[in-house]
């Protein structure tokens, strides 16, 4: 009798086993899991190819050791101009504050054409109101060359005889202006 109990038990446990066999096969992935995972260890793999190429791009220690002694020479460099503020003066200039460019707050093209209407005597007058800044801006739309170090008198001088009264008399002589 107790070879007959012992095996009962043992089919029960085969069954059981094979019923446990067969809900581990339900748990396995499916086609779709199977090609999500395979995707992320592509990707993982990529990520780790990129991680590997900026290790590479690492300096290297004698690299490192040229930049440490670089760094090292400009500081006994600057210890040594503390002591001479002559030389520090002439190797490194003090720093000026840059000049804000003031955006034109007039239209060249409109101002252009105003000009245009104005009679001879009046540009001159009219050029005088506006700031260098403007006449500059002028000029350049005018393709006429000036120089920045020029007075703002003086500049629109330039533009009136250059860019007005030259032309009008050519084109008086020409036949194409009024008289």
Do not use: W
Not at 28 to 34: A, N
Not at 64 to 90: C, H, R, W, Y
Not at 99 to 122: G, N
């Amino acid at each position: 009798m107790v070879i007959k109990m012992a095996g009962r038990k043992k089919k029960l446990d085969l069954k059981d086993t094979l019923a446990k066999v067969k809900e581990c096969l339900l748990l396995l992935p499916g086609d779709e899991e199977k090609q999500k995972t395979s995707q992320i260890i592509s990707e993982i793999l990529q990520e780790l190819g990129v991680l590997r190429e900026a290790i590479n791009q690492f300096p290297d220690e004698s690299k490192v050791n040229n930049v440490s002694g670089a760094i090292q020479t400009l500081v006994s460099f600057f210890d040594t101009i503390k002591d001479k503020p002559l030389l520090a003066e002439m190797l490194l200039p003090k720093k000026t504050k840059a000049r804000k460019t003031a955006v034109s707050l007039v239209d060249i093209d409109v101002l252009l054409k105003q000009l245009e209407e104005l009679s001879t005597e009046q540009i001159l007058g009219e050029l005088t109101k506006h700031k260098k800044d403007t006449l500059l801006e002028l000029s350049a739309k005018m393709n006429i060359t000036t120089n920045k170090k020029l007075t703002k008198d003086a500049l629109a001088d330039k533009i009136f005889k250059l860019g007005f009264a030259n032309r009008r008399g050519y084109d008086l002589l020409s036949g194409k202006g009024e008289p």
